[in-house]
């Protein structure tokens, strides 16, 4: 009996422990409901900012260049306040401080992922994207490719619930974004003129500079050390290193809009380095009827990866650029040159002047004059051969309509779409 009524008593010391103890630990508990609360909030506002942010960045950048890519707009620093402070936090509208110049919450400047750092720049000047290599401008601060900005709830702060029992009555919220315009990565339906990919070894040159200063050949494949620096391609990232590509598939899109679907750089298209004879000859007949075998013609093709300048059944895209045609030999034998130009136009920007050789005088002796006109060099720098069934081009070095979705190397093209580097 006695041991009952210890036991008794020894719960009853224990119960007045408990409450104690919970007495005691009460306010921390409220405390840490309070803090798991408010913080769940302060993440939902700041969510809401990041959006607000991410669509100011993203629609200034859209249109911080012109359509050409040779100016840049003032006008996108408004657009991306006007596109951040269109979003709400909470029924309110994201708060940015914006002025008329490139200062506070909305600025263009300048994005190196090589530092991962933004610097401010309110140039509109377009720096030349050639003669330098993707790596030179990205740690070239007056190549203004970015627009950061910071979205707030400052005025109308966001509002706690149970911190304020600590004296915490509401907090302040900021969000920053960060939108890149680089070069095409993704390019999309019918922004490719022509079935052929450029390999980017021919058109890189010294430390990876992209220059309009060497022309180039392709032809079909029988001279693969010194003369492979293209192929035809059908666009198709689907299993394509299953075969490559044909006649037929390279054929049906032959002068006749592009890539049907879209192309993405990281992933290889079908291929082939070879001959397809049907496809050239519907190339000659729509270089003839566009340029009347007398003025360059400027195609934008995808540019692909070809180590070595061997060409096999897929290769990966790296980029987009545009190229001018400046002649097409036949498939026929012609030793005496007689088909070999007698004139040539100006490429549209003024690069190189008009180029003309008398019809009468020796073919080799114009085709000699033409290939030192528009330095035609094979990629091991011996000058380009007159060789049948070959396309010779000179990469363009002039500004371009933007584009694809962000993401490529540098072949001369800004991209249309942004991406957000952060």
């Keep these: 009996m ?39 909030h302060l ?14 960045a993203l629609a200034g950048a859209r249109f911080l260049y012109n359509a050409d890519g040779d100016f840049i707009n003032v006008g996108a620093n408004l657009i ?65 490719n970015a627009i950061r900005v910071v979205t707030r709830r400052e005025a109308t702060p966001a509002v706690s619930f149970f911190a304020r029992i600590f004296g915490h009555e509401n907090f302040q919220v900021s969000a920053e974004a960060i939108a890149y315009i680089g070069f095409p990565g993704t390019l999309t339906v019918s922004e490719m003129d022509q ?49 490559g590509t044909n006649a037929n598939e390279v054929g049906d899109l032959t002068c ?21 004879q049907s496809a050239f000859n519907q190339l000659i007949e729509c270089w003839e009827n566009q340029t009347g075998k007398t003025e360059p013609w400027p195609l934008t093709l995808s540019v692909v990866n070809c180590p070595g300048n061997n060409v096999g059944t897929c290769q990966e895209p790296s980029g987009a650029v545009t190229v001018n045609i400046v002649w097409i030999t036949g498939a026929g034998e012609d030793p005496s040159y007689s088909n070999a130009p007698t004139q040539m136009g100006e490429i549209p920007d003024g690069q190189l002047l008009d180029w003309d050789e008398s019809a009468e005088a020796d073919g ?56 957000l580097a952060r």
């Design 256 to 276: 006749s809009g592009g890539n049907e679907g879209m192309v993405v750089i990281g992933s290889p298209i079908a291929t082939s380095g070879g001959a397809i």
């Design 43 to 56: 993440y939902v506002v700041r969510n809401e900012l990041q959006n607000a942010a991410d669509a100011g």
């Design 2 to 40: 006695k041991s009952l009524l210890r036991l008794i008593s020894q719960l009853r010391d224990q119960r007045g422990v408990t409450v104690i103890v919970v007495a005691l630990a009460l306010p921390v508990l409220v405390g840490f409901t309070a803090l798991a609360l408010d913080i769940g």
């Design 80 to 144: 991306a306040s006007n596109a951040a402070t269109a979003n709400n936090s909470e029924g309110v509208a994201a708060e940015v401080n914006w002025t008329s110049g490139n200062a506070g919450d909305v600025q263009r400047g300048h994005w190196s992922f090589a530092t991962r750092t933004f610097t401010p720049n309110p140039s509109t000047v377009a720096v030349d994207l050639w003669d330098v290599s993707t790596e030179d401008l990205d740690v070239d601060p007056n190549f203004i």
């Design 195 to 243: 079935p052929l990919a450029i390999c980017a070894e021919a058109l890189l040159q010294g430390d990876g500079q992209y220059s309009c200063s060497v022309g180039r050949m392709i032809n079909s494949g029988e001279n693969v050390a010194s003369s492979e620096t293209g192929a035809w391609t059908d666009f198709n990232q689907d299993n394509p290193c299953q075969g």
């Design 364 to 419: 080799q002796i114009r085709w000699n004059s033409f290939v030192q006109h528009f330095s035609l060099q094979n990629v091991d720098g011996t000058p380009a051969p007159y060789q049948k069934k070959s396309i010779y081009y000179l990469p363009d070095c002039s500004y371009h309509e933007l584009a694809g979705t962000s993401g490529g190397g540098n072949f001369g093209i800004l991209a249309k779409r942004p991406v």
